[in-house]
Nanobody
Framework: QVQLVESGGGLVQAGGSLRLSCAASGHPFRTYSMGWFRRTPSKEREFVAAILWSNNSTYYAESVKGRFTISGDSTKSTVHLQMTNLKPEDTAVYYC????????????WGRGTQVIVSS
């Protein structure tokens, strides 16, 4: 069974930075793409960023483009999200997700890490 564990969340002032990390474990672990999503109490879970391992293509939500950077290493089963110029509206629980080569969508999820951006 695949397990994803996020870390790096916390409290930061607006304009500050945080780096989230996600480590995957379990056998067998197969990954086609990994990504980050977030959820606030008032919103549905929303896509933040993803990386496609075959060519290291990255994808971002419009709201975070230019501020967030996704990176990682598929051989180490890790993915990171560098967040800069954080805004209060980035406050959310951030979830790591994995899509295996056999799935059409992200099906494995971490428990999330809280990010709070104060104004």
């Amino acid at each position: 069974q695949v397990q994803l564990v996020e870390s790096g969340g916390g409290l930061v002032q607006a304009g500050g930075s945080l780096r989230l990390s996600c480590a995957a474990s379990g056998h067998p672990f197969r990954t086609y793409s990994m990504g980050w999503f977030r959820r606030t109490p008032s919103k549905e879970r929303e896509f933040v960023a993803a990386i496609l391992w075959s060519n290291n293509s990255t994808y971002y939500a419009e709201s975070v483009k230019g501020r967030f950077t996704i990176s990682g290493d598929s051989t180490k089963s890790t993915v990171h999200l560098q967040m800069t110029n954080l805004k209060p509206e980035d406050t959310a629980v951030y979830y790591c997700a994995n899509r295996s080569p056999y799935e059409s969508d992200f099906r494995s999820w971490g428990r999330g890490t809280q990010v709070i951006v104060s104004s």
